[in-house]
């Protein structure tokens, strides 16, 4: 999940130029993300070659392709990210969770997704102020806005759960 989250808030963070239009909702004609994590067995692995294939790639494939608007004419995008696997209970779990952080990131600005992503790589907020040239207090606002104890209680119950699982 903290991959997940890794790669959404960077893309969130993406400053556009200003040749663009100002609205960030229509700068993301061209930019966005969607995200399947899937859960399951693999049947073939070779990191030499970059070879993963298995059960968690097809089940994640066929989840973006059910949720895709392509050929609609308006497209509404409630979920970006989803969780599945062949257990409806944990894909249940998961995905009440992956819809929540969804909200709080749907609402985020670029400068709260900018510093949620520092905070996913560990850095601390004083790390973070110095890095981008701001006061401490400030990275600690925008994580508040941004949701940053949720979500960082998200990623840990994520991380239980498979390391509970025993896999």
């Known amino acids: 999940l903290a991959i997940v989250?890794?790669?959404k808030s960077f893309i969130?963070?993406?400053s556009f130029s200003k040749n663009l239009e100002n609205n960030r909702t229509k700068s993301f004609k061209n930019h966005g993300i969607?995200?399947?994590?899937?859960?399951?067995?693999?049947?073939?692995?070779?990191?030499?070659?970059g070879i993963v294939d298995g059960e968690a790639i097809y089940l994640s494939g066929r989840k973006i392709n059910e949720e895709t608007t392509h050929n609609k004419q308006r497209i509404v995008i409630k979920n970006t990210l989803f969780f599945v696997s062949t257990d409806e209970t944990?894909?249940?779990?998961?995905?009440?969770?992956?819809?929540?952080?969804?909200v709080l990131?749907?609402?985020?600005?670029?400068?709260?997704?900018e510093i949620l992503y520092y905070k996913l790589l560990g850095l601390n907020e004083d790390a973070i102020a110095e890095k981008l040239k701001i006061r401490q207090s400030a990275v600690n606002q925008h994580s508040t806005n941004v949701g940053w104890n949720a979500?960082?209680?998200?990623?840990?119950?994520?991380n239980f759960t498979f390391k509970e699982m025993k896999v």
Do not use: P, W
């Not at 969607?34 to 070659?49: F, T, V």
């Not at 894909?91 to 929540?100: E, F």
């Not at 979500?151 to 994520?158: G, P, S, T």
């Open 151 to 158: 979500i960082e209680r998200a990623v840990k119950y994520f």
């Open 12 to 14: 969130k963070s993406v």
């Open 105 to 113: 990131m749907s609402k985020a600005t670029s400068k709260q997704c």
């Open 34 to 49: 969607r995200i399947a994590m899937g859960y399951g067995e693999l049947s073939r692995y070779d990191a030499k070659k």
């Open 5 to 7: 989250l890794l790669v």
């Open 90 to 102: 944990l894909n249940y779990n998961m995905n009440t969770i992956l819809g929540l952080i969804d």
